[in-house]
């Protein structure tokens, strides 16, 4: 009987020694490649993946939420402005993937619970966040509750943390972005040029539109009321713009951002058509833009010379109108029919 418990130990041990060790080198494996941004980042390679980015992000900016005065609100188009390059501030960009307004005022309101108040506030603004249905904001659970962020050690510890390492050590990349040592976001090059549609006619029932979640930016931005707010539309292929006036709905869309600019104090509008949105060589796929794009568009922003943009505060919404009529005719529409 003792040799029988002697031996039952024995394993028990071994049994919680390899379990030790599996757990260690997950552990271990994860925190090298930080695929969620526990400490900072992949140290082996320099790259990650925006695999989760509404959690990783958190992770990275909550213990660090003090050393920051800016910040960057929107989808995976303003997550792609280079924010280090904003002198005089330090900005953090909380820009994620398929990101909607519903979604940025439960961050923003998570935000001003823990007390942050930043000074400066850049706020994108996505033609696709008015089309389609309202579905229920895609946030983390501790955003909703108000909590903090999992524990590193129970995320790290898991298999799916693992399979994003691996999968970033692969080089199996979720989406055309990735990140550098600075959480610096940049799109993926694709190897050919981006293709428009090659036609362009209205829809027979074009997606819903909805002006009214212009209020839901509004709302936003009157939680920090002591910053300068800068609003922004992102580069947008031209033909997605001119497709709104094929279906009837610009004059809706530029209801809406005339309503979204109000509570801004710039607002200014990359995605009228124009020679960098007709361009299919700076895109990967009409959205999502190059660097040089969007380094053009964070200057633009900082210096208010919104050439080719327009600025919805400096000029009336007439104009911005006649603007977008004149551009989706000239430059897309007209293109169109010389090319067939």
């Known amino acids: 009987m003792a040799r029988t418990h002697r031996l039952l130990r ?31 980042g992949n ?34 188009t303003a997550a792609l ?47 696709f966040d008015f089309e389609g249905p309202t579905v229920a904001p895609n946030v983390p659970d501790f955003i909703v509750k108000g909590a903090d962020p999992p524990a590193v050690w ?22 055309h972005r990735m990140f550098g040592r600075d959480l610096q976001s940049h799109i993926i090059p694709r190897g050919r040029p981006y293709k428009p549609p090659a036609q362009l006619a209205a829809q027979a029932i074009p997606p819903e539109f909805h002006p009214e979640r212009a209020e839901m930016y509004i709302e936003l931005r009157r939680l920090f009321p002591e910053a300068r707010a800068v609003g922004f539309v992102p580069p947008t292929a031209a033909w997605t713009i001119a497709q709104l006036k094929l279906d009837g709905r610009l004059d809706a ?32 796929d009409g959205l999502h833009y190059d660097d040089a794009v969007n380094e053009h568009t964070l200057a633009a922003l900082l210096s208010g010379q919104t050439a080719p943009g327009v600025d919805w505060i400096r000029e009336s919404s007439t104009e911005i109108a006649a603007a977008y009529d004149d551009r989706i005719n000239r430059l897309v529409l007209h293109q169109k029919l010389l090319s067939n």
Not at 12 to 38: E, H, K, R, S, T
């Open 10 to 40: 024995r394993y028990l041990v071994m049994l919680l020694a390899a379990i030790a060790v599996v757990a260690g080198a997950c552990f271990g494996a994860n925190a090298l490649i930080d695929p969620l941004w526990y400490f900072n």
């Open 43 to 76: 140290v082996v390679t320099g790259v990650n993946y925006t695999f989760n980015e509404r959690l990783a992000k958190m992770n990275y900016l909550l213990p660090r939420l003090e050393q920051y005065d800016c910040l960057i609100l929107g989808s995976s």
């Open 81 to 127: 402005l280079p924010e280090r390059r904003i002198q005089g501030r330090r900005c953090f960009n909380l820009g994620f993937s398929s990101g909607v307004v519903s979604e940025f005022l439960l961050y923003a309101k998570y935000l001003r619970a823990r007390d942050f108040r930043p000074k400066l506030l850049i706020v994108g603004v996505d033609e």
């Open 154 to 175: 129970r995320t790290y510890l898991s298999l799916d943390a693992l399979d994003f390492s691996y999968r970033t050590l692969r080089g199996d990349y979720p989406n």
């Open 253 to 284: 869309y530029l209801e809406a951002l005339h309503r979204v600019s109000t509570a801004f104090d710039e607002f200014l509008d990359f995605g009228i058509p124009s020679e960098i949105t007709v361009s299919t060589t700076n895109t990967f």
